[in-house]
T-cell receptor, first 114, second 113 residues
Framework: AQSVTQPDIHITVSEGASLELRCNYSYGATPYLFWYVQSPGQGLQLLLKYFSGDTLVQGIKGFEAEFKRSQSSFNLRKPSVHWSDAAEYFCAVALALRGNKLVFGAGTILRVKS | EPEVTQTPSHQVTQMGQEVILRCVPISNHLYFYWYRQILGQKVEFLVSFYNNEISEKSEIFDDQFSVERPDGSNFTLKIRSTKLEDSAMYFC???????????FGQGTRLTVV
């Protein structure tokens, strides 16, 4: 079955430290890949996306993600975390040619300690 | 910057009542979606809508649910007879075409009591 896995439910990092949030997917073909962020009580904001081409993609707020086909992964990274990055992060995939129906991972809650 | 807007932000309703959640997608977008997020759970796809008809729906989207685009700007989700388990955050989203990123609204928190 098609699925998206975010193995870390919670992650705590110190402000200024680097961050990597993991995402793995299980699909028969390469899907379109996304990371969204949700602050408490807020909607889902798109951080970045991968459709094709360069496997390292840059997003907003200093985030980047790397698509690794061999590992079926799309991990999100940031070199230096700010306290305002505390939020819940969702990895999502959409199958090409099936419209943009998104399948979401369970989310990773990021806490930032000062 | 264009955005998806949803109203109301929070709605409380009694079990068995009908509710209508409203969304105004981005104006030049052609595909519209509803998702829901039960507290503490994943964001789940409900339905997609294109060219004035449903293009795909999930198992969650049963006969109690319906969607409509009554005019050129609004996109609504109706739940005919709400149940306690319908309590969730409902997100509307839109995309410009089939294979572009989705933009989400701020959500409507529905509480069924």
């Amino acid at each position: 079955a098609q699925s998206v896995t975010q193995p870390d439910i919670h992650i705590t990092v110190s402000e200024g430290a680097s961050l990597e949030l993991r995402c793995n997917y299980s699909y028969g073909a390469t899907p379109y890949l996304f990371w969204y962020v949700q602050s408490p009580g807020q909607g889902l904001q798109l951080l970045l996306k991968y459709f094709s081409g360069d496997t390292l993609v840059q997003g907003i707020k200093g985030f980047e993600a790397e698509f690794k086909r061999s590992q079926s992964s799309f991990n999100l990274r940031k070199p230096s975390v700010h306290w305002s990055d505390a939020a819940e992060y969702f990895c999502a995939v959409a199958l090409a040619l099936r419209g943009n129906k998104l399948v979401f991972g369970a989310g990773t809650i990021l806490r930032v300690k000062s | 910057e264009p955005e998806v807007t949803q109203t109301p932000s929070h709605q409380v309703t009694q079990m068995g009542q009908e509710v209508i959640l409203r969304c105004v997608p981005i104006s030049n977008h052609l595909y519209f979606y509803w998702y829901r997020q039960i507290l503490g759970q994943k964001v789940e796809f409900l339905v997609s809508f294109y060219n004035n008809e449903i293009s795909e729906k999930s198992e969650i989207f049963d006969d109690q649910f319906s969607v409509e685009r009554p005019d050129g700007s609004n996109f609504t989700l109706k739940i005919r007879s709400t149940k306690l388990e319908d309590s969730a955050m409902y997100f509307c989203a839109s995309t410009k075409n089939m294979n572009t990123e989705a933009f989400f609204g701020q959500g409507t928190r529905l509480t069924v009591v």
